[in-house]
């Protein structure tokens, strides 16, 4: 059901942006939803649709054409990942990750030779990044990272493991940090690698011929480890990444020495938009499917759509989509045009991912029995909305963000002493 | 290989259409629009037949307001090489809207003109075969299955219960059914090309109706449905309901 149309799109969204989300939501329709609850229920990792995805050009949409993207925009990758995640969040984050995760910081921090060998790869989709961060000991607090960079003559060597990592597992070409050292003031010196291996799903790649390079050095003592179980988001993979005296040229550092938490502080900027994007898309989604089951499902002899109580949190649903389009759109725009962002995208990502878990529990509760059953899409999108309160900062990390905007840094006796 | 493309902007079938305050037309807030899905048919075979011949152009053609700008932008994105918006109203009947297609077509070259067999608004199937007949040129419509041969043209047509195979030579006119091919989503390329291509402007004026529209109704609200039992043991009174009520046997 396309019925939700918004003046908020004619707003923001040029002809070219318009376009772009019609053909991204009649793929989806056609290519996603008939597959989208098996992938979800085997915890399949979705190959013959990224290979079609990457053939649209899905991966590549903001980077310009000299780097094989589309020339287009923030927005209109934003777009893409709220029409994806429409019909199924796990697609579009595997697209999502890909390019605000890991193309993004090659671009914005990359050399020319650095973008011309992997950011180019990404962009085609001919292989799929990933970005990695979180360590077990370093969620919310990504300084707490422990994995250790040596530097060597013509090399470094890493040393430590990345957990919870997006396409860990199924990409080829990855951003990640490490310290590379202590600060005068005592404080980790962080840095950024750009890192390959090949594939775990080397055969699926091969036969859809998409997922795999041949011409890319793989790092030494660089690989994967397990991959996760989840509750949602399970036709993405969550894989650990391991480094075991992986050997990372020097040419392989992204970006400054040093300016590895600064720089993974913008990609998650962006990638908070994305995020945004995807989570506005799962509200949207569920309301489609609840607005077509209330109005076909009959009790009392009335539709269910046509009981007050269900309207008025349906009004409360539509209105709160648009102010999550402002929020999300606006913070799109102002990355593109290069200007400050980051409380913007922490409000849109903050406020997406309330929408997208109040949203879906409600589409659930208006399905009824039906909507409990994985007959139904919204179980689904239940399941996979609570990710986005945990994700690419959890929402109590995006609240931290947007009041040091007011506030500016918390002063606690521990941060006093560092 | 020339090919001209006529086309329509249509409401999205899974819009929630409703009666407009007049209560002779359609309220179009809210609606979303689309190129009309037949018309993708025929904008794709059009692009398949030119990418054969190897040469050759394809245009898009339409009679809309300015807003159907946006349909031809969509059919430039597919791979079309311009388009001629033809500014003006369609008319209720198909005469009107035919005679400002056919007497924009006539001036320009062309071997073949696609259609698709209906637009989904207002169902007329008119079209088509009225430009054909103004022009002067063999129509085929309901094509399922075409082959163009240098000038010899095949196509598949579907009729009642099966199908009949017609031929006639170039310049001819088809109109697109289901199922004639699988139309491609625009390329990322072709979006940012859609606005670089040229998309020609003419004053054509408002199609002269023949009709007169004199009330538009809403399909009758369908009453829920009844689960009768389950199994062998419900088939009686199935068949009861079905004959006594339903009386559909
Ligand atoms: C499916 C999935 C995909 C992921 N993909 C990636 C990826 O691609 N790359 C990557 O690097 N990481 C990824 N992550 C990791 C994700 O970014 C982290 O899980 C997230 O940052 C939170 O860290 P944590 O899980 O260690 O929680 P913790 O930091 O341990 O937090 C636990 C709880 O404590 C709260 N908390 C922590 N600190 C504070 C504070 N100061 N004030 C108030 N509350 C606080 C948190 O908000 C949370 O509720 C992914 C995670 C999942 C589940």
Redesign the pocket.
């Known amino acids: 059901m396309h019925g939700l149309t918004s003046s908020v799109d004619d707003n923001y969204l040029s002809d070219e942006h318009r376009m772009l989300r019609d053909m991204v939501r009649e793929f989806a329709d056609n290519e996603i939803a008939p597959v989208a609850r098996e992938f979800d229920r085997e915890g399949k990792f979705p190959w013959g649709n990224v290979a079609k995805m990457a053939e649209l050009g899905l991966f590549g949409i903001p980077w310009p054409e000299e780097y094989d993207g589309a020339g287009m925009d923030v927005l209109a990758s934003a777009l893409v990942s709220e029409e994806l995640a429409k019909v199924c969040p796990s697609h579009a ?1 595997t697209v999502g ?1 890909t390019i605000s ?1 890991a193309a993004s910081p090659i671009y914005y921090f990359g050399n020319e030779e650095q973008k011309q060998r992997y950011l180019t790869k990404l962009a085609r989709g001919e292989v799929l990044g ?5 360590e077990p000991e ?5 300084q707490g990272t422990q994995t250790r960079a040596e530097e060597k003559s013509d090399h470094w060597v890493l040393n430590g493991t ?7 597992g199924v990409g080829e070409i990855f951003v990640a940090t490490a310290v590379t050292g202590r600060r005068s003031n005592g404080q980790k010196e962080i840095s950024s690698f750009i890192l390959t291996k090949e594939t775990r799903d080397l055969e699926e790649a091969l036969a859809v011929g998409t997922g795999h390079a041949v011409d890319l050095e793989y790092t030494p003592g660089f690989t994967h480890g397990k991959k ?1 179980d ?1 509750l ?2 399970r036709a ?1 993979d ?1 894989t650990e990444l391991i480094f075991e005296d992986a050997i990372v040229p020097k040419e392989n550092m992204l970006g400054e020495r040093g300016h590895g938490f600064k720089n993974f502080m913008q990609t998650l900027d962006g990638g908070r938009i994305g995020m945004a994007a995807h989570l506005l898309g799962i509200a949207e989604g569920a309301l489609e499917q609840t607005l077509k089951f209330t109005s076909e499902r009959r009790q009392f002899n009335t539709r269910i759509c046509d009981f007050q109580g269900i309207r008025f949190e349906i009004a409360d649903w539509l209105t709160r989509i648009e102010a999550g389009k402002h929020l999300t759109y606006h913070a799109a725009n102002l990355r593109q045009a290069g200007e400050p962002h980051s409380k913007e995208a922490a409000m849109a990502k903050l406020y997406c991912s309330e929408l997208a878990n109040w949203a879906t529990v409600k589409a659930v509760q208006f399905h009824g029995a039906y909507g409990y059953t994985t007959e139904y899409r919204v179980e689904r999108l239940m399941r996979d909305a609570k ?1 986005g ?9 995006q ?2 963000v947007i009041a040091r905007h007011l506030l500016g840094p918390e002063t606690t006796p521990e941060k006093e002493d560092a | 290989m020339r090919i001209i493309v006529c086309v329509k902007r249509v409401p999205d079938s899974e819009s929630r259409i409703a009666k407009a305050k007049d209560g002779l037309s359609v309220d179009t807030q809210g609606v979303k629009f689309v190129l009309n899905p037949y018309d993708e048919y025929a904008v794709e075979e059009a692009l398949k037949l030119k990418e054969a011949a190897g040469d050759g152009s394809v245009s898009v053609i339409t009679l809309g307001g300015e807003e159907s700008k946006e349909t031809l932008r969509t059919a430039l994105a597919m791979g079309v090489d311009e388009a001629v918006l033809l500014k003006g109203q369609p008319s209720v009947d198909g005469l009107g809207t035919a005679e400002k297609l056919a007497e924009a077509i006539k001036g320009r070259e062309y071997d073949l003109v696609l259609f698709g067999k209906q637009a989904i608004d207002d169902d007329n199937l008119q079209v088509p075969a009225m430009v054909a007949e103004l022009l002067g040129l063999p129509c085929a419509t309901v094509v399922t299955e075409l082959q163009v041969d240098g000038g010899a043209v095949t196509a598949t047509r579907e009729v009642e219960g099966g199908h009949e195979i017609v031929e006639f030579e170039l310049p001819g006119l088809i109109a697109a059914q289901k199922g004639l091919n699988e139309p491609r989503y625009p390329s990322l390329k072709g979006i940012m090309q859609a606005k670089k291509k040229p998309l020609e402007e003419v004053d054509a004026g408002d199609a002269e109706s023949r009709l007169e529209v004199v009330e538009v109704m809403n399909p009758p609200v369908r009453a829920a449905g009844q689960i009768v039992g389950e199994g062998a043991d419900a088939v009686p009174e199935l068949v009861r309901k079905l004959r006594d009520e339903a009386k559909v046997i």
């Open positions: 984050i990750a995760l990933a970005f990695g961060l979180t370093a969620g919310s607090d990504a990345k957990i919870f990592i997006t396409n860990g996760e989840k949602g988001w993405s969550t990710i309160e945990i994700g690419e900062g959890t929402s109590e990390v609240r931290m």
